[in-house]
């Protein structure tokens, strides 16, 4: 069986790479900015805050990344701004993603004893003070383990960016094996698929090992 179809379709997806890791980059460092921000807004003394913290972590954690994705590339030009897909697609992702880390911050935040920053309060800091100083070294640790399982799902959700025109590994994929069905009776459809579960696997699975070790060192 002639193999002179698999470098071409690897060089193709090399570059698919290379577009899923400059997306999957920025929209976690975007989402990772939003979640932190708004995860700390949500311990506002001012109940308007928390109430719109609230709304925007409860609306769009309950969509499905698609959806977001899908309606930030489609609202975009009716707001007067024009993008690439790229460009959607990076803020639908950290849309998403920022709501789904806000709650994770939010979670560490508030695990925190409220009598830890009291104790700081006596101590002289002013509230800001005391919740960088006091609340928030204690709360990273109970952040981690769960925002790099939010950062593997962000990873994953990248793939969705094909439809909205973006060719990334699983639009180079695609591309491919549409180009090998036209022109041979095998589009080798299994072996290129497989290509792209392993290069997901390899980029992920470390993530998620970190998260699992991660949350054990702090349980013990």
């Not at 954690?61 to 030009?77: C, Y």
């Not at 508030?110 to 830890?116: C, F, K, M």
């Not at 973006?166 to 994929?173: E, N």
Request: net charge positive; aromatic share 10%; glycine share 6%.
């Amino acid at each position: 069986m002639s193999q002179n179809w698999v470098l071409p379709v690897a060089s193709h997806m090399l570059s698919g790479l290379y577009v899923t890791l400059w997306v999957s980059l920025l929209a976690t460092a975007l989402a990772t900015l939003m979640g932190v921000f708004i995860g700390a807004l949500s311990s506002s003394a001012k109940r308007w805050v928390q109430v719109l913290v609230r709304l925007y972590i409860d609306i769009f954690r309950g969509v499905p990344s698609l959806i977001t994705l899908l309606f930030v590339f489609f609202a975009l030009p009716h707001l007067g701004v024009m993008t690439g897909p790229i460009t959607a697609s990076v803020l639908g992702l950290a849309v998403w993603g920022g709501a789904n880390i806000a709650e994770v911050a939010r979670g560490a935040l508030s695990s925190i004893s409220v009598r830890q920053t009291e104790a700081a309060r006596a101590l002289g800091l002013s509230k800001l003070q005391a919740l960088l100083f006091a609340v928030m070294p204690q709360a990273v640790r109970r952040f981690l383990p769960p925002y790099i399982g939010q950062l593997t799902v962000l990873i994953q959700a990248s793939a969705l960016t094909s439809v909205v025109g973006v060719t990334d590994l699983l639009g180079s994929a695609r591309q491919m094996i549409e180009r090998l069905a036209y022109v041979s009776n095998d589009a080798h459809a299994v072996e290129i698929y497989c290509g792209v579960l392993a290069v997901f696997f390899a980029i992920c699975y470390p993530l998620t090992f970190l998260s699992s070790y991660l949350e054990k060192r702090l349980r013990s």
